[in-house]
């Protein structure tokens, strides 16, 4: 896919600014759709979609299912209008802190209520004569009883590849309070007696997981038309990997390289660095030759549901999809893994066949070597570019905004960065000096000099996060990469949505032909 010369602005769901201690699908999500299109932006770009686990401190990255949505980021307000909950019952709303998640308060008060309006749903779309509010429920459309039967049924149906496996699985992790490699065997080897059984036994539980699912879709679907209408595009976030305890490797165990008895008999991570020892991630690598003898079934249908919901996608690690490094499960040292090699060209040329456009910008970031670079060329994807790793008294360093290719997605910060602000502070005076005269500042808005040279650079697309538009430090940093805790909590207030930030961000796009 040829992108045009355009510009966004990164800023994750659980992020923005609403009533319930998490940003959700709501007025939040519209008011900052409607900031963008003030500040003259293409797009928006956010961190995976997927429901997120405590175990696994509520990383995206490390979800449930690579096809469902998180509960936390469906609107109450929205179920509120739909006629599904009360407005009485969203109190007394606790005094959730607004500029960061405590995701454990969140999903206690909003799983109570996402648990009252599934009853309710189910009670009035049996038959009941109940009719739901207009302006803004479920899917944003005035409708009735019979409406949201039929809408809820035919999401069933066309979502049924993934959404049974998954409503089940999440029931199942209730019943038995935990993993599913530590299930009875017969559930957990997916035994056709043991799942009908469980299926019937669990279909209350079953029916909420689904009817969450079914409501997360429309509430997002009605948020990606707003978005469309206002000239916004939606880049989603694709993870190479998926967590062990997933609704995907238990439904699917014939994708992953797992033992006879369902263990991953490897797990991914990287080599060591000079300076590093390598990360062990422990999500279970693919048997890419199984994958491979069913054309890439799976991942084809995870595609499909992903582009089903966004515009654009970032693929993280695109290095494992040229060759990855497998670690022996029983091990805990990377340094005792291997290189292995992935399909590569054939997996990509088997998308193109079936989704035809590749909409794709990919992370190169770190293991950049010949194989990864003729595979990111082949197919002609933008490669990212962060000035984070610029040696700025080096000449010609590739992450200097002046020497970034055209066919780059330049990134003023990510979520795995320090801002800017921060990333400043803490460089040495050499690279401070060498930075000020390579891009031509003082240091005084040091914030809006780099997103200026970012936005001047060649690079088609160009991106910031809300939080160097507001030139915040490193107390708004989303992600510490190796760190387990304290990630993925910073939140936005509704004053971040600044028009003179919008018009500021407006006229660099205008000036540098962004729009």
């Avoid at 009941?128 to 009735?144: A, Y």
């Avoid at 689904?210 to 206002?230: K, T």
């Avoid at 693919?286 to 089903?308: I, M, Q, T």
Wanted: hydrophobic content about 35%; aromatic content about 12%; some cysteine.
């Amino acid at each position: 896919m040829r992108f045009d010369r355009r510009s966004g602005v990164f800023l994750h769901l659980t992020s923005l600014p609403g009533p319930h201690g998490i940003g959700d699908l709501g007025d939040g999500a519209r008011a900052f759709v409607d900031w963008l299109a003030d500040a003259d932006q293409s797009y928006w770009q956010f961190c995976p979609l997927g429901p997120t686990a405590s175990v696994h401190g509520d990383s995206p990255y490390q979800a449930y299912s690579a096809f469902a949505g998180n509960p936390l980021l469906v609107s109450l307000d929205r179920l509120v209008d739909a006629g599904y909950l009360h407005a009485d019952e969203l109190e007394p709303v606790p005094d959730f802190s607004a500029h960061e998640v405590d995701y454990d308060r969140v999903r206690a008060y909003k799983t109570e209520r996402l648990r009252t309006a599934a009853e309710r749903f189910r009670a009035t779309a049996r038959g009941g004569n109940e009719r739901v509010g207009s302006g803004g429920g479920i899917g944003d459309r005035t409708g009735g009883s019979d409406a949201d039967r039929e809408a809820f049924g035919s999401f069933r149906e066309r979502e049924s590849e993934w959404l049974d496996d998954y409503a089940l699985f999440m029931a199942l992790r209730t019943r038995y309070d935990g993993a599913w490699t530590a299930w009875p065997e017969p559930i957990r080897r997916r035994d056709p007696d043991a799942l009908a059984t469980h299926r019937k036994e669990l279909a209350s539980e079953v029916h909420y997981h689904q009817f969450v699912q079914f409501a997360f879709d429309m509430q997002w679907r009605a948020l990606g038309s707003y978005a469309d209408e206002r000239g916004i595009d939606l880049i989603g976030d694709l993870p190479i990997y998926v967590a062990l305890d997933s609704a995907d490797v238990w439904a699917s165990p014939e994708v992953f390289d797992l033992t006879d008895d369902g263990e991953p008999a490897a797990v991914a991570g990287v080599p060591p660095n000079p300076g590093d020892d390598g990360q062990r991630w422990g999500n279970p690598v693919y048997d890419w030759e199984s994958l491979r003898a069913d054309d890439y079934g799976w991942w084809l249908a995870r595609l499909e549901r992903l582009f089903d919901l966004v515009d654009v996608t970032r693929i993280d690690h695109f290095k494992g999809f040229d060759e990855f490094w497998a670690i022996p499960a029983e091990s805990d040292s990377p340094a005792d893994g291997g290189w292995r090699d992935a399909p590569g060209v054939d997996f990509f040329e088997t998308v193109a066949e079936r989704l035809g456009d590749l909409p794709f910008v990919v992370e190169d970031l770190g293991f950049l070597d010949q194989g990864l670079v003729d595979l990111r060329e082949r197919f002609g994807f933008p490669s990212m570019r962060v000035p984070h790793y610029a040696d700025w008294c080096r000449e010609g360093d590739m992450y200097q905004p002046m020497h970034y290719p055209e066919n780059s997605v330049a990134y003023t910060s990510t979520h795995d960065t320090n801002t800017l602000v921060g990333y400043y502070e803490s460089l040495p005076p050499r690279q401070r000096d060498c930075l000020h005269y390579n891009i031509g500042a003082d240091g005084s808005e040091i914030t809006w000099s780099l997103i200026e040279a970012v936005w001047r650079s060649d690079a088609i697309l160009a991106v910031t996060t809300v939080q160097d538009v507001l030139a915040l430090g490193e107390e708004a940093r989303f992600n510490r990469p190796g760190t387990t805790s304290g990630n993925w909590a910073w939140r936005c207030t509704r004053e971040a949505f600044d028009s003179d930030l919008a018009q500021r961000l407006a006229r660099l796009t205008d000036e540098h032909i962004r729009n």
